[in-house]
């Protein structure tokens, strides 16, 4: 049964909230997993951890690598390990949740862990450009991202499936950032589609959440917004 267990720091909704000016650096982020996904001090781009290595997917389309003490207000992270690969065709980002239903461990209420790799026939990401003021939260970030489409792209997809009574917690459903081959763009994933790439599937039954210890988190009205956070997370 589930093997693979997720490390969390902070909750989405503290970034929906607009908390995201401290937190863990990725030296602490790697000693928890091998691959993630997360942000920034104050929403600066997207945070993919592959294989080890964190990177910042930057508005505009850049990528850096990031300095070991780069502080990071939210992440989620997992020591991967695939129970069962699948060569699989993805029509749409929905997709997923059917193939992900192939999987022989799946259960609906249990975490998923997902890995993709190979061409992409069009992926749409995006990109936060981070806080234009101290505490602006995410749901406004919404109107300020760099949005682009490519075609016939390589690359690897980081996913989580949460189940959708974790909303707030974590994003409910898929929640996927991609980089490329050549490690020159990336972010998070809208849309995709592809006719054949392999996904490598784990289950999640173990979440450890650490939970920001700053004044700012304490004193934070934090609600779970269903509609607001599908609208920028969707
Ligand atoms: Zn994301």
């Known amino acids: 049964m589930a093997i693979n267990e997720i490390y ?18 990725v030296t602490q982020l790697i000693e928890k997993g091998n691959q993630g996904l997360g942000t920034f001090v104050r929403m600066d781009g997207e945070l993919l951890l592959l294989d080890g290595t964190v990177y910042q997917l930057q508005a505009e389309g850049k990528i850096r690598v990031a300095e070991p003490d780069d502080q990071i207000p939210y992440a989620a992270a997992t020591h991967f390990r695939s129970q069962q690969t699948l060569t699989v065709k ?14 022989d461990d799946h259960a609906n209420n249990l975490f998923m862990s997902y890995r993709i790799e190979g061409v992409f026939s069009r992926l749409k990401c995006r990109t936060v450009k981070g ?43 898929e929640h996927m950032h991609f980089i490329d081959k050549e490690r020159k763009i990336g972010g998070h994933v809208l849309e995709l589609e592809a006719d054949e790439v392999t996904i490598g599937i784990a289950t999640v039954n173990n979440v450890h959440i650490e939970l920001p210890t700053s004044d700012k988190f304490n004193a934070a009205k934090m609600s779970t917004d269903d509609v607001g956070l599908k609208s920028v997370e969707g």
Not at 8 to 25: E, H
Not at 90 to 103: M, N, T
Not at 148 to 169: L, N
């Open 90 to 103: 993805l029509e749409s980002k929905d997709s997923i949740e059917a193939v992900l239903k192939k999987f």
């Open 131 to 173: 806080q234009e003021y101290d505490g602006q939260p995410l749901s406004e970030l919404g109107k300020n991202q760099f949005v682009a489409e490519y075609e016939d792209v390589e690359g690897t997809i980081v996913g989580f499936r949460s189940p959708s009574t974790w909303q707030g917690f974590f994003v409910a459903g």
């Open 8 to 25: 969390q720091y902070s909750l989405v909704n503290a970034l929906m909230s607009g908390v995201s000016d401290s937190g863990i650096t």
